[in-house]
């Protein structure tokens, strides 16, 4: 496996890979990691799809990239997935995979033109006061503050091994605007990962400048079930994949030598029986590793979400594989710290007009015309939750009843009694959520229990992994997606590790996919490089730009004297940093 970059590699068509016909994958989870990777297989390693078998836990696909419609509770998103363009591997899939809404054309194809048509922006990013405008002007930086982002920029990865970011940033960067975007975009906290910070910073410094607006995101049409996971399932079936539900993969058990690591068994529940499936080494396996959903628990209207203590099975299988090779990684630095990983979101459906109207007010759009909303999550400043909302497309579901929208939020302080609501969010009904969330955009005291009762159904969900990713770590840590001396299994997603890209995406998850295919199958194409924009002296230029609220650098006369006349002179201009 090797990386690339340009339309050269991008548009080429890699030969069969030798031996392919002897081989059979089995894949583990059938998340967008597994889906993505049972689509490489096919098209790409053009292995035939009746050998691949995907084993899932629960009844359908999807994993962590959801969106239902329960017969009994409702509309549920325990998440949302926020996209830019330079998600390489991701449109790499979806260029093959046919849209279900239009024929003749990809789901990449149709993303493009809903994104064309109708751009991501946010006309109210953050609210105070019940549903004023923040006001907010800048990142507000200071100079301290800066300086302690830049250096986080630049430093080696080695460094920020087991750091927190409060290790490394004070709290003049902690008080900035910047944070409160930041932490409310990506759901980070003082106490995450130094470097996964870091690994953001890099990975989206061409994005800074949207910070503040969410200009630079991009959405799908429906909920990412809809839009992102049933295309690639509707695509593998037409292949001939193997779809294997209600199937708890316990163990997979290796054959581990000094220079060399062979899969041997899977060891699995399938309806309440237990069965073990022997391996050659022709049989490939691709194990997701963990999963930020795990155990999830749903409330309703008239109950909180109990949070569940136990790991949950995708958690107890990677324990499992870990005792048998340190290579395989540690899930205890994940997994063990569910106060510092969980937090709390809820869907709200809203039954009439009368609780939109005060969303249009706020963002300044209409929430019926099927165009963006909110553009993103409104953040309430003050809210002792630190709650944000949004409202997507409408509508989100494509069997939603048109007088009915669909609105997500979440809290990230889910300990703390709200400001209206005199209890932590966890401890909460969805009906004392929705009553919260009321407060906070302003309506009247006395109207908020009968809306909230109503004029909405909520589904609260609580979620004790949902920043696992994000714990402080080390190097080995999270498993190498094909680890040394491995004959004929991988591992992907968000907790296998890769160069440079960072999790919490749909990108990540599709980038260990399409690496594992190509190493275990030696596909002859390369793999897109992640966007290079952290080696790009404009975009850094433009970045510090943004990240100085457009003020200069204080550049002496000598050092301008040295640029004068040159190309650089004419970029530092053009990016307004002199």
Not at 121 to 143: C, D, I
Not at 185 to 204: G, V
Request: net charge negative.
């Amino acid at each position: 496996m090797y990386y690339s970059n340009g339309n050269y590699e991008a548009f080429a068509r890699p030969e069969k890979p030798e031996n392919v016909d002897q081989k059979s994958a089995y894949l583990i989870g059938a998340g967008i990691a597994s889906l993505s990777a049972a689509a490489f297989l096919v098209r790409d390693g053009q292995m035939k799809g009746e050998n691949i078998h995907i084993l899932e836990e629960m009844k359908l696909s999807g994993g962590a990239c959801d969106g239902i419609r329960d017969p009994q509770k409702g509309f549920i998103i325990r998440g949302g997935r926020e996209m830019e363009n330079h998600y390489e591997c991701l449109w790499d899939l979806y260029r093959s995979i046919p849209s279900l809404e239009t024929e003749g054309i990809s789901v990449l194809d149709e993303f493009y033109r809903l994104n064309k048509k109708d751009p991501n922006a946010s006309l109210m990013r953050v609210t105070v006061n019940r549903g004023e405008h923040a006001g907010l002007e800048g990142f507000n930086f200071s100079a301290k503050a800066l300086q302690e982002v830049s250096s986080l920029f630049l430093t080696r990865d080695e460094a920020l091994y087991d750091k927190k970011i409060s290790d490394v940033l004070s709290e003049e960067f902690f008080s900035s605007n910047f944070w409160l975007y930041w932490r409310t975009m990506f759901a980070f906290e003082e106490w995450h990962s130094a470097l996964e910070m870091k690994l953001y910073l890099q990975r989206f410094i061409h994005h800074i400048g949207g910070l503040s607006d969410f200009s630079s995101l991009k959405f799908t049409k429906y909920n990412q079930y809809e839009s992102l996971i049933l295309p690639v399932v509707k695509y593998l079936e037409s292949h001939g994949v193997n779809f294997v539900y209600d199937t708890v993969v316990t163990n997979v058990v290796f054959d581990i030598a000094e220079n060399r690591k062979v899969a041997t068994k899977i060891q699995c529940r399938q309806n309440g029986d237990v069965k073990t499936i022997n391996l050659t080494e022709n049989d490939l396996v691709f194990i997701t590793n963990g999963s930020c959903t795990e155990n999830s628990a749903l409330g309703d209207n008239d109950h909180a979400p109990v949070l569940k203590n136990s790991a949950g099975g995708s958690w107890d299988l990677w324990r499992n594989i870990a005792k048998q090779s340190p290579a395989f990684g540690n899930p205890e630095k994940f997994c063990a710290h569910t106060k510092e990983t969980n937090w709390e979101s809820a869907t709200v459906t809203l039954l009439d007009d009368k609780i939109p109207k005060r969303i249009q007010d706020i963002c300044k759009r209409d929430p019926y015309s099927g165009k963006v909303v909110t553009g993103g999550i409104i953040t309430v400043k003050d809210s002792n939750w630190l709650m944000s909302y949004t409202m997507n497309r409408q509508p989100h579901f494509k069997d939603q009843p048109k007088n009915q929208l669909v609105v997500w939020l979440y809290g990230l302080f889910g300990d703390t009694p709200g400001n209206y609501i005199k209890k932590p969010m966890k401890e909460c009904t969805g009906t004392e959520i929705v009553e919260e969330w009321l407060y906070h955009m302003g309506v009247a005291e006395s109207e908020i229990h009968d809306l909230a009762k109503n004029s909405a159904n909520c589904i609260p969900c609580v979620m004790p992994y949902v920043t696992s990713f994000f714990m402080p770590r080390t190097k080995g840590d999270r498993p190498k997606v094909v680890p040394d001396g491995s004959v004929n299994f991988a591992f992907i997603g968000q907790f296998s590790d890769t160069a440079r890209d960072t999790v919490f995406t749909v990108e990540y998850s599709a980038r260990t996919a399409m690496e594992a295919v190509y190493t275990l199958l030696n596909v002859d194409r390369g793999v897109p490089e992640v966007f290079g924009s952290c080696f790009d002296i404009r975009v850094l230029l433009q970045a510090a730009s943004k990240m100085m609220d457009g003020r200069k650098l204080p550049i002496d006369q000598k050092m301008l004297g040295a640029v004068s006349g040159t190309i650089v002179e004419d970029l530092l201009k053009q990016y307004s940093i002199i």
